[in-house]
């Protein structure tokens, strides 16, 4: 983010007013609507200025892999609704977990993670750091002896999500901050599930928090995109630079359609929370599941931890079918309005069978750690009529 003047929004408003205002940087043109800079670059008047531009005592932008106006209202805008001090934009959610970890470490420094992963962050902490020279601890994430059990002198950070991708596993942040805290490790928080509308982990005591923008944030399934937020000595120290130098910057582009996105996503994650919760209610006991879990009391075993922490339940609802895969694969089949995807957060409702798809590079074994049956599927609750969201649910569980 650069010190160029933008709207400035007195910080007692309600976080939906900041949500449309906060971060606009206006050209010259006075456009209500926030510009696309599709520009890789920026001239300067002359020599002299370039020189101040790259010092940093002249403010404003250079090339588009540090910073573009565009990112950078993304960046503002979304940093004030997380309440973080700041905020780095990435190519995708998987840029931005990779920079929150990598840039924080070195060989020779150890990470404790939870086990339950969106498979790709599993593949970074299990894989792709150990190559590196630092090893990694995988732990039951819900237990807190574990995490306290698993530090070593050389632990540098720890690393979460929660709810977990796709058992809607909770893990209790501001415990696990605790323990990070007293080891003299960071913690950062893969917060994609609960979206920044439901659940606020610097607020619970994390470092660091990590969004794959991809999901609730663009909410209608066009653009990847992540970001990185915490306090401006977090991003000065291992974050700034890491990105700067190694490139995962996001599209101006992607930024503008997610920047305006933010001005709607109280109201679609509100919505489609509201339907889940509707939808957990009204599939809760049906005689083709085996369990049904949501966080919300009554659909959930750790009700109390949900209602500690977040703000609200989820816009995913996982369910597990009676008969394995045959009987999952007849209940996807067998919907018309819920269309069968890997992906979430979108307006279109979406349901994913895990173990053949977004899990099913990992061993049966290690799907059953993490909870990973042959029956489970994973339900992403869309901005549909909620009426014809259950009647088609019901229909194809009542045909499984
Ligand atoms: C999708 C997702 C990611 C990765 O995001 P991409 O934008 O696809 O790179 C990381 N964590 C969680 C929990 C996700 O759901």
Redesign the pocket.
């Known amino acids: 983010m650069t010190q160029l003047p933008t709207d400035t929004i007195d910080f007692s408003l309600h976080q939906e007013t900041r949500l449309i205002h906060e971060g606009s940087i206006r050209s010259q043109f006075g456009e209500t609507s926030e510009a696309l800079f599709l520009t890789q670059g920026h001239v300067y008047a002359n020599a002299e200025e370039a020189e101040a531009r790259f010092t940093g005592e002249s403010p404003g932008y250079q090339y588009a892999r540090f910073s573009n106006p565009t990112v950078d209202m993304f960046e503002r805008r979304i940093a004030a609704f997380e309440g973080a001090e700041s905020a780095r934009a990435t190519a995708?959610?998987?840029?931005a977990?990779t920079a929150a970890l990598v840039g924080q470490l070195k060989a020779g420094d150890h990470v404790v993670a939870a086990r339950a992963l969106?498979g790709?962050?599993r593949y970074v902490v299990e894989e792709f750091l150990p190559r590196f020279g630092v090893p990694t601890t995988l732990v039951d994430g819900t237990d807190l002896d574990a995490w306290r059990a698993a530090v070593r002198p050389q632990t540098k950070t720890f690393f979460l999500?929660s709810p977990a991708?796709p058992t809607l596993e909770l893990v209790d942040i501001a415990g696990v901050a605790q323990i990070a805290r007293s080891a003299g490790a960071t913690l950062v928080v893969?917060n994609?599930?609960a979206s920044p509308v439901w659940q606020k982990p610097l607020a619970l005591g994390a470092d660091c928090v990590v969004y794959?923008?991809?999901?609730h944030i663009d909410g209608q399934g066009r653009c990847?995109?992540?970001v990185v937020l915490a306090s401006e000595a977090f991003i000065q120290a291992h974050i700034q630079t890491y990105l700067r130098q190694t490139g995962p910057a996001m599209s101006p582009f992607n930024a503008w359609v997610m920047l305006k996105s933010l001005e709607t996503l109280p109201l679609r994650v509100g919505r489609q929370t509201q339907t889940a919760g509707a939808i957990a209610d009204a599939l809760q006991g049906h005689g083709k599941l085996v369990r049904l879990v949501y966080p919300k009391a009554g659909h959930h075993p750790q009700a109390a931890l949900a209602e500690r922490q977040m703000g609200g339940g989820s816009t995913l609802v996982a369910i597990e079918v009676k008969g394995g895969k045959a009987a999952a694969f007849r209940f996807l089949n067998a919907l018309r309005i819920v269309r069968i995807s890997n992906n979430?957060g979108d307006a279109k409702s979406l349901v994913t069978h895990p173990a053949t798809t977004t899990h099913q590079r990992f061993t049966p074994e290690q799907r059953a750690e993490m909870g990973v049956g042959e029956g489970l599927v994973r339900l992403s609750v869309g901005l549909e009529h909620p009426d014809d969201l259950i009647a088609d649910l019901t229909a194809a569980l009542d045909s499984v």
């Open positions: 995708t959610g998987m840029a977990v969106f790709s962050c999500e991708n893969d994609v599930f794959s923008a991809t999901k990847l995109g992540g979430l």
